[in-house]
């Protein structure tokens, strides 16, 4: 079972901020970047945020990261329609001394 | 244009054995890390294992530990995952991924899909 701990479920009205939280402990957001992931209906993941903050070439402003403590955050502003998919945060683990948890996901729904 | 593309995925019976590839292209492969990661039906994502640019680090989660085997071979530009003892909770679509610095993956696969089923 994953380590990292999401909403299940966010949603939000076109050009609305949603927020997705990613809660996990001192051995891996605490101590740890945090990644996020986008992963749209029947396609593989892509990189939406890295290093906690940074955003991959290409990634829309809109999408933006941050941590405090043993939880980090991702924030959609200006909802649109496309960006309804599933969200992944993760980062090291140093307790589990492996490289990647994932979060538990969250479906993203825009109203 | 920078590539993955995952082969190799298949019906198998539990207990059974199957080797993943994963063939890279548009970049330098010898010098970046890799992983895989797998998927269940209807599930979330999964780490499943690493191993460092010059195969001298590897990692294993739990759940795979001692049956799974991750190798590479650079003159190749092909990462590989040697899949042993399989259970019908190995099912999944497994996909090889990049590793950027310091941590995060930006280059995904398509995937490839795994059964196990008797």
């Known amino acids: 079972q994953s380590v990292l701990t999401q909403p299940p479920s966010a949603s939000g009205t076109p050009g609305q901020r949603v927020t997705i939280s990613c809660s996990g402990s001192?051995?891996?957001?605490?101590?740890?970047?945090v990644n996020w992931y986008q992963q749209l209906p029947g396609t593989a993941p892509k990189l939406l945020i890295y290093s906690t903050n940074q955003r991959p070439s290409g990634v829309p402003d809109r999408f933006s990261g941050s941590k405090s403590g043993t939880s980090a955050s991702l924030a959609i502003s200006g909802l649109q329609s496309e960006d309804e998919a599933d969200y992944y945060c993760a980062a090291w683990d140093d307790s589990l001394n492996v490289p990647c948890v994932f979060g538990t996901g969250t479906k993203v729904t825009v109203l | 244009e920078v590539r993955l593309v995952e082969s190799g995925g298949g019906l198998v019976q539990p207990g059974g054995s199957l080797r993943l590839s994963c063939a890279a292209s548009?970049?330098?492969?010898?010098?970046?890390?890799m992983h895989w990661v797998r998927q269940a039906p209807g599930k979330g994502l999964e780490w499943v294992s690493y191993?460092?640019?010059?195969?001298?680090?590897?990692y294993y989660a739990d759940p795979v530990k001692g049956r799974f085997s991750i190798s590479r071979d650079n003159a190749k530009n092909s990462l590989y995952l040697q899949m042993n003892s399989l259970t019908d909770e190995d099912t999944a679509v497994y996909y090889c991924?990049?590793?950027?610095?310091?941590?995060?993956?930006?280059?995904w696969g398509q995937g490839t899909t795994v059964t196990v089923s008797s």
């Open positions: 191993i460092s640019s010059g195969s001298s680090t590897m």
């Open positions: 991924a990049r590793r950027i610095q310091p941590n995060g993956m930006d280059v």
């Open positions: 548009g970049f330098t492969f010898s010098t970046y890390d």
């Open positions: 001192s051995s891996n957001i605490g101590s740890n970047t």
